[in-house]
């Protein structure tokens, strides 16, 4: 992978902040744009724009052959059975409240139960709350293992015969795991339940087969793989969409409207109320092209192995504290310096042109379970090197002098 000439691709790297190169390594958080995304968005709003599904000429064509694309894109992507599987969604977060308040609340009741972790974002964790508190079902937690992992035989028993949804991300944002999703699937099968992915910090990453998962719902984000803000999908089993009832209404998503009752359209648009997103999902197209021509399976190899070399290198550093496993992580490392608070060493590095996440990465009871309040994140992706990883050694060298009496 020639890692220079990708980054020739993203305008934003060539800058420097704070009188520095800038070192961007807060990709878990939000990826940076290659040019193709960029020019794909502009050239829509050019050439294309329109809406899509009602107009008969031209530019409406052009507009619902470029969004029908994207679908057809991402269903490939995902390896989707079919196309009317991917409902494009605003991302990760929009798509698992789908999940949760048409399907889980039609579904639950007193008595049965929905399995998640600790580990999970906040987008994860609050809509199954809302979820038992509104039917009555019981929320469990699959246990932790001190390194912040699970085991699956602790999956085996906390799933049971009255589970009826297991959720979980594949990658933590905090801990960098990847989680055994195909085998927690097949044990939420055994016991009757669905199994719903978090997959907005592993997407951009690897390689993802839904089928290959037998995942019944999967959730992602397109900002966080080269594409823009605003879109994402949702991505679930058609026997179970075509069963669920849409939670926006409006124009688009409706097939007959009398004074009184209504009826909707078919699968995906019955959940696509409204004029949907369509430029966003012109550039997530234009994303998922750019992504599979590097390769994922190199996107891959190039992010674990920069996590590695983060991880050996950071624990080379005294006063430093590294959360989650050390073997078999994605592209992030989590830290804190001493008794530093994560945004002074977020500040400190940001004056060296280093960006990096600090806080508690939307996942509090992660936090409370790894015992601190927050968390400084480097997170890396295509366009990253080791000697940016270098340079985050060096300005974590600079706050350590800084803040020498806070480090010990």
Known sequence: MNIAAIREQFPILHQEVNGHPLVYLDSAASSQKPR?????????????????????HTLGSRATDAYEGAREK??????????????????????????????????????????????????????????????????????LQPDGSFTLADAE???????????????????????PVKEVAAIAHRNGAVMVVDGAQSTPHMRVDVRDLDCDFYAFSGHKMCGPTGIGA?????????????????????????????????IPYRFEG???????????????????EVGMDEIDK??????????????????????????????????????VHPHDVATVLDSEGIAVRAGHHCCQPLMRFLNVSSTARASF????????????????????????????
């Open 157 to 179: 028993l906390t799933i049971t015969a009255n589970t009826k949804v297991v959720a979980m991300t594949y990658v933590s944002n905090v801990l960098g795991i990847v989680n």
């Open 302 to 339: 190039h992010q674990r192995h920069l996590a590695a070399y983060a991880y050996d290198r950071l624990s080379e550093l005294d006063g430093v504290t590294l959360y989650g496993p050390k073997t078999d992580r994605a592209g992030l490392v989590t830290f804190n310096l001493g008794d």
């Open 74 to 143: 991402v269903a490939s992507f995902l390896n989707a059975a079919l196309p009317e599987e991917i409902v494009f969604t605003r991302g990760t977060t929009t798509a698992l409240n789908l999940v949760a308040s048409s399907y889980a609340r039609n579904v639950c009741k007193p008595g049965d139960e929905i399995v998640i972790t600790q580990m999970e974002h906040h987008s994860n964790l609050i809509p199954w709350q809302q979820v038992a508190k509104a039917t009555g079902a019981t929320l469990k937690y699959i246990p």
């Open 274 to 292: 409204g004029t949907p997103i369509i430029a966003n999902a012109v550039g997530l197209g234009a994303a998922i092209d750019f992504l599979q």
């Open 381 to 408: 992706y295509l366009y990253n090197t080791e000697q940016e990883v270098d340079q985050l050694i060096a300005g974590l060298l600079k706050t350590k002098e800084f803040f020498g009496h806070a480090i010990g």
């Open 234 to 266: 949702l991505y679930g089993k058609k026997a179970l969409l075509s069963k669920m009832e849409p939670i926006e209404f409006g124009g688009e998503m409706i097939d007959y409207v009398d004074l009184y009752e209504s009826t909707w359209k078919d």
């Open 36 to 56: 193709s995304v960029i020019d794909a968005i502009n050239r829509y709003y050019e050439k294309d724009h329109s809406n899509v599904h009602r107009g008969v």
